[in-house]
């Protein structure tokens, strides 16, 4: 089932975690991968190249007791909306007391429609604007569906979601993105993994909390390498001017599989990305005055040893346009895993991102 540390589920340990406290739809992308989504929270719970596989996404060991007090932190890979500042900060002006507002995760999602390929969910969503002190509503939809891989790499263990967001605020001029976060499972210190965001030569890489040392960041002339081992927490994040829009791919994954030989890959890709700094509303919290980035990567802490918690994959997605004087965010985006051996996971990198020698942790 889970493993010992409840660090690491497949998919029967989490259908049983969760099949009585939720609703979910299981997508067969063939008999041997698959994905999970849960209408608890809207989102992708699990991320199974082959079914027995470890899930590539972080689910939280207690989600049962978290689903059962309403709380956001189930894992997974979920949809929220930006600016930080603006909508989880109670305090704004000195970034103090954040919170995840429940009418915005895990909000009351309900499975609308559904196949054996595809299924989409709404949700109505309120919830502070904790500057303007507008309390606000809205609804959002997600369409999920399974697609072949946007680029062939002749690796059979396989599965990709492509997810259509879209999102209204009943209320306009909003200054907000999309911001969709994948919780990812790390081996902690003695197996840390990657994350891997091509760039521009001579990118500027961002601290968005304390400034991260440099034994955990690499910055080549193609890449940018940011080490996940959730030991202590750091921000990443790549400005706009730094990302080539000619790759659609946008930030990657790479980890050894914990108890195992093989090696995961999981990626975010996108062009619904804001493309320049005054499309992109989420500031740094320690750095307000700094440059904004879009791409973004969160390595926790775990205080709870040997419990392990996250890492994250954060894309900023288009910000919202006033519509009939209502606020409208729509984004396409997909999330596509991997498993292989680690030279066949090297080639899938090299393929998504142009990559050759990625800088491994």
């Not at 079914?51 to 894992?75: A, C, H, M, Q, V």
């Not at 196949?115 to 604007?129: E, H, M, Q």
């Not at 968005?208 to 080490?227: G, L, T, W």
Request: glycine share 6%; aromatic share 12%; with cysteine.
């Amino acid at each position: 089932m889970v493993d010992l540390n409840m660090n690491y589920y497949t998919k029967e340990a989490l259908i049983n975690s969760i099949n009585k406290h939720l609703q979910y739809c299981e997508l067969s992308m063939s008999e041997n991968s698959s994905a999970l989504i849960s209408d608890y929270g809207g989102r992708v719970l699990g991320l199974f190249p082959r079914n027995d596989s470890y899930n590539l996404l972080w689910i939280n060991p207690n989600i049962t007791e978290n689903i059962k007090s309403r709380s956001w932190d189930i894992g997974g890979d979920r949809y929220w909306i930006s600016p930080e500042k603006t909508f989880f900060y109670e305090r704004p002006e000195s970034f103090e007391n954040w919170k995840c507002q429940e009418g915005l995760d895990p909000a009351n999602y309900e499975i609308l429609a559904e196949d054996v390929k595809s299924c989409t969910i709404s949700s109505p969503i309120a919830f502070n604007n904790y500057i303007s002190k507008v309390f606000l509503r809205g609804e959002i939809t997600r369409q999920f569906k399974l697609i072949k891989e946007p680029i062939n790499t002749g690796i059979s263990d396989y599965c990709g979601i492509e997810y259509i967001d879209d999102c209204v605020i009943f209320q306009p001029n909003i200054e907000a993105n999309g911001w969709s976060l994948a919780c990812v499972i790390s081996g902690g210190r003695e197996n840390p993994g990657t994350v891997i965001i091509p760039t521009r030569s001579d990118s500027k890489p961002l601290s968005y909390f304390r400034i991260i040392p440099e034994d955990r960041i690499k910055q080549a002339p193609d890449h940018v390498s940011f080490k996940i081992d959730v030991d202590d927490i750091y921000k990443l994040a790549i400005r706009p001017e730094d990302i080539d829009f000619k790759k659609y791919p946008k930030i990657g994954y790479v980890i050894k599989i914990p108890n195992t030989e093989e090696f995961g890959f999981i990626v975010k890709l996108s062009n619904d990305v804001p493309k320049k700094q005054e499309d992109c509303f989420d500031i740094s919290r320690d750095h307000p005055d700094s440059e904004i980035g879009v791409i973004q990567s969160y390595n926790s802490e775990s205080p709870n040893k040997p419990s392990l918690r996250y890492g994250e994959l954060e894309l900023q997605l288009n910000p919202f346009k006033t519509i009939d004087n209502t606020s409208h965010g729509k984004a396409t985006h997909q999330l596509c895993g991997y498993i292989g051996t680690k030279d066949e996971i090297l080639r899938v990198i090299e393929n998504y991102f142009g990559v050759s020698e990625p800088f491994l942790f």
